[in-house]
């Protein structure tokens, strides 16, 4: 049984900072890549962040480059999303998404952790 669960969301100061943690199970994580994706209130989902399954290349979203670092340990299965300098913009839910292109195709989907940046 698949399970992705996100955690370390919360209430935040703008310029402070989080980390996102995905723990996941029920598959072999070390095959699929990994993204970190969010959805604000009235906006559609964007992609924030994207991982190879060996951990070698990153992609970011132009909107957090310089601010947001992601991570995989694949021997803790786990992705992590390092977010330094929040601003109020990054307000949404963050979800974790688990894929490979080969295969079954296989697509997996946490249930999102909420992240706000309020003063």
């Known amino acids: 049984q698949v399970h992705l669960v996100e955690s370390g969301g919360g209430l935040v100061q703008p310029g402070g900072s989080l980390r996102l943690s995905c723990a996941a199970s029920g598959f072999t994580f070390s095959s699929y890549a990994m993204s970190w994706y969010r959805q604000a209130p009235g906006k559609e989902r964007e992609l924030v962040a994207r991982i190879t399954s060996y951990g070698g290349s990153t992609t970011y979203a132009d909107s957090v480059k310089g601010r947001f670092t992601i991570s995989r340990d694949n021997a803790k299965n786990t992705v992590y999303l390092q977010m330094n300098s929040l601003k109020p913009e990054d307000t949404a839910v963050y979800y974790c998404?688990?894929?490979?292109?080969?295969?079954?195709?296989?697509?997996?989907w946490g249930q999102g952790t909420q992240v706000t940046v309020s003063s």
């Open positions: 998404k688990a894929d490979r292109t080969w295969g079954d195709r296989s697509t997996y």
